[in-house]
């Protein structure tokens, strides 16, 4: 970067930045290197042992997939955007707080705490509003999550109880499918 760029930057935002992206980066590298394998070859597993035990329900699970597919596209501008924001925000409100814990002997001097806690204040203020907003649609995202999966949970033991009853599958199978499902719907939330 330009010296320049760090005469107009404040060097706590930066800092704080920097901290914050770099840990983001790593555990993110981390993260998809261990689970990614182990998620795929589970992914793999669980759809071909539900396909294997029963094609009706194997149905539901390819039925599930585009649904989680447009889901994810339908919040993933917004739940980056926010998240974005958010992040920015924090790293300035940081800034502040560290800028006015640098200058404390100055706002003790001129008697500028009025001024500088409502600065302070403001600051606090944007990063809030940024993360209730974060929150909201990252709450409204996980919530139509839930209900999905709940729906496609019920539509499981509809099939598998049916199924039961005409005794082409033990009790003890569907409750193994249904317990894959969650499996291959965590899958597909954590590859989102």
Do not use: C, H
């Amino acid at each position: 970067m330009p010296l320049k760029y760090f005469r107009n930057t404040n060097t706590t935002y930066l800092n704080q930045r920097i901290n914050s992206d770099s840990n983001m980066v790593v555990s993110f590298v981390f993260d998809n290197f261990l689970y990614v394998p182990f998620n795929v070859i589970s992914f793999t597993l669980i759809v071909g042992y539900i396909l294997f035990l029963r094609s009706k329900i194997f149905a539901i699970s390819l039925l599930i997939i585009p649904i989680y597919v447009f889901l994810y596209l339908i919040f993933k501008k917004a739940l980056y955007e926010k998240g974005y924001a958010f992040k920015e925000y924090q790293n300035k409100f940081f800034a502040k707080m560290n800028e006015q814990l640098y200058n404390i002997e100055l706002i003790k001097i001129n008697s500028w705490f009025e001024e500088q806690g409502n600065e302070l204040k403001e600051s606090f203020m944007v990063l809030f509003g940024r993360a209730m907003q974060y929150i909201k649609i990252s709450a409204f995202y996980s919530n139509i999550d839930f209900t999905i999966s709940g729906f496609v949970k019920l539509l499981v033991l509809l099939i598998g109880g049916t199924e039961v009853i005409r005794g082409r599958l033990t009790i003890g199978e569907i409750i193994t499918i249904e317990r894959y499902f969650d499996l291959l719907i965590s899958n597909l939330s954590y590859f989102f």
